[in-house]
């Protein structure tokens, strides 16, 4: 709470008062302090531009027939300084200067109400610049913490962007060393497999036939944990979840929220289908829906992966046609899981997968 304009009222009723003191003390004196005090007070609970200016003039009006009560035009005055209405300034001077009866011997208090009047303006003044330098201070305060808590929230969201943007790297990495041990190891301990197996056939020595016998054995022992190597380094370098975030941040159609629950592992294929189906629909919702909401759901069931994505528009109407490019190219896919896709065109598009879990999906 401001202070200022207290303290600037409390003063001016205290030389009001000071000058009901000097005069004769009579019935009309607490009159004028009553009337005085509560049309300013009346003032300050409207606090508004119409009361206050009303209220100036008319008590400016009891005072020009009544000057006693001019010794509280200052401080009545000091809510009309407020608005800056210069041409109201007037008024208030006006019954100090038809001032009759009281004052007409009484010069001195009139001058005295007079320069009251002016340190009331100053006042006022004073408390107003006081009154915005706080207010331009807290806007600043305010508009610092809120530029402070956007380059956080920024700074969030680039670290979590690089955060991904790292993970994605690190996977693709994995992939590439995957086919360089496919292509260049694999094939070659296939080559060399290929070959012993010649030297074999042609060899006609027992002792030497059961030393090539054991180099096969080792050989391809080597082949089968170099497959399966490769085949654990494929499934790790494709992070379902990574991946659909980044396919979700490219898409700028309108906003996607994604439910992701999936723990258990399985199988590249699958996921490979999951992530042609996400894109897919998105960009069916794209070209040929209203949306301005995406939900996409990835849950695991005790028996079967689920997969949800729905939004809120009329509908893709390039899908009215069950012998659609894009929905046929869904449905082989899913094919091949021996799951089941279902479409609901209620309150906007809805598209639920669900794929069994078993040997196929691992």
């Given amino acids: 709470m401001d202070m200022w304009p207290i303290l600037d009222k409390l003063l001016l009723l205290l030389g009001g008062f000071l000058l009901v003191i000097i005069q004769r003390i009579s019935v009309y004196s607490v009159i004028t302090l ?26 400016a009006v009891l005072c020009f027939f009544h000057p006693e009560f001019n010794v509280f035009l200052p401080l009545v005055f000091y809510h009309v300084f407020m608005y800056n209405v210069y041409p ?19 010069a001195p208090q009139t001058g005295i109400i007079f320069f009251m009047l002016i340190a009331s303006f100053m006042l006022c003044r004073h408390s107003m610049t006081n009154r915005n330098l706080k207010a331009e201070l807290m806007r600043q305060r305010d508009s610092g913490q809120e530029t402070a808590l956007l380059l956080e929230s920024r700074n969030k969201d680039l670290i979590e962007k690089q955060d991904v943007e790292i993970h994605l790297a690190t996977l693709a990495e994995r992939n590439r060393i ?44 080597a082949m089968d944990s170099i497959r399966r190597s490769v085949h654990n380094l494929y499934d790790e370098s494709i992070d379902l979840n990574a991946q659909v975030l980044n396919i979700i941040r ?34 069916n919702i794209a070209r040929h829906s209203d949306a301005t909401q995406v939900n996409i759901l990835l849950k695991e069931h005790p028996g079967f992966f689920q997969l949800i994505i729905q939004d809120n528009g009329q509908g893709c109407k390039s899908s009215d046609s069950p012998n659609g490019i894009g929905l046929q190219n869904m449905h082989d896919r899913i094919a091949v899981f021996d799951g089941n896709m279902n479409i609901d065109k209620k309150n906007g598009y809805k598209l639920f997968i669900s794929i069994p879990k078993g040997e196929k999906t691992k």
């Fill in 34 to 59: 009553l009337v005085g005090v509560s049309v300013s007070a009346l003032s300050d609970v409207f606090n508004q531009r119409k009361f206050s200016l009303a209220a100036g003039i008319s008590y």
């Fill in 88 to 106: 109201l300034y007037a008024v208030a001077i006006i019954p100090l200067i038809t001032a009759r009866g009281a004052f007409t011997q009484a």
């Fill in 178 to 221: 995957a086919r360089e041990i496919h292509d260049n190891v694999g094939h070659m301990l296939s080559r060399s497999i290929l070959q012993l197996g010649a030297l074999k056939a042609v060899n006609m020595e027992p002792t030497t036939g059961d030393g090539l016998n054991v180099l096969h054995n080792t050989l391809s022992d």
């Fill in 250 to 283: 490219k898409f700028t159609y309108c906003p996607v929220k994604l439910d992701y629950d999936i723990e258990s592992s399985m199988g590249r294929s699958l996921k490979y289908t999951f992530l042609s189906i996400i894109r897919e629909a998105l960009s």
